[in-house]
């Protein structure tokens, strides 16, 4: 089956420093998709990769998506107390889709 | 635009006994999504339902696990007979097509407890 790791598992940054996650598949991705779970919440989407290579921005946050199509990264710039959360990748191969087991992100003002 | 809605919000029940989740998805949202979550870890994706048509529930444990969504609109997951380790938040999620690059759309989840 499909091997999807994402690290780290946690982080602690302070206010303004940056972060980044990284999900790593063993296997050729069709798509990767990231979402958003705030304490208590439900995931929320953020963005989808399809393309090799591809980079796209948000504000804050740049995801990018690996040349083989076999990881992607999320990267923070000068977190703030709001992007507190956990962060998920979640991708697709074939015919299955997957949830990564998530970034928890704390920063710490 | 209405989320997806999900009731209850909280179950507490013990081993053994039976439960049933309710959802309903953003509306004209052709695909349903059921996932479990445990404490610490991502949503494992349990049945999706494409109008009121299964495409997956290979993670499904149908021993004690079933859903329905029988006129394509909202669904329902029922648990018969719970064990501990189903204690979980338990997420519907929608999206408009079916398809793995669709955005799904989470509800709040229903958080049960098995004691």
């Known amino acids: 089956g499909q091997q999807v790791m994402q690290i780290p598992q946690y982080q602690h940054v302070q206010e303004g420093e940056d972060f980044t996650t990284y999900c790593n598949s063993s296997?050729?991705?069709?798509?990767i998709q990231w979402y958003k779970q705030r304490p208590g919440g439900h995931p929320v989407f953020l963005i989808q990769l399809v393309k090799s290579g591809e980079v796209k921005k948000q504000k804050r946050l740049t995801f990018q998506f690996g040349e083989a199509k076999k990881n992607s990264s999320l990267h923070i710039t000068a977190t703030q107390t709001t992007d507190v959360g956990t962060y998920f990748c979640?991708?697709?191969?074939?015919?299955?889709?997957?949830f990564g087991t998530g970034t928890s992100l704390t920063v710490i003002p | 635009e209405a989320g997806v809605a999900q009731s209850p919000r909280y179950k507490i029940i013990e081993k053994r006994q039976s439960v049933a989740f309710w959802c309903n998805p953003i509306s004209g949202h052709a695909t349903l999504y059921w996932y479990q979550q445990i404490l610490g870890q991502g949503p494992k994706l349990l049945i999706q339902?494409?109008?009121?048509?299964?495409?997956?529930d290979s993670q499904l444990p149908k021993d004690r696990f079933s859903a329905e969504r029988l006129k394509g609109v909202d669904s329902t997951l029922k648990i018969q007979p719970a064990k501990l380790e189903d204690s979980a938040v338990y997420l519907c999620?929608?999206?408009?097509?079916?398809?793995?690059?669709?955005?799904?759309?989470f509800g709040p989840g229903t958080r049960l407890l098995v004691l």
């Open positions: 999620a929608s999206s408009l097509i079916n398809g793995l690059a669709e955005t799904q759309y």
């Open positions: 296997t050729t991705l069709s798509n």
């Open positions: 979640a991708p697709s191969a074939g015919n299955q889709f997957y």
């Open positions: 339902f494409q109008n009121n048509g299964v495409v997956d």
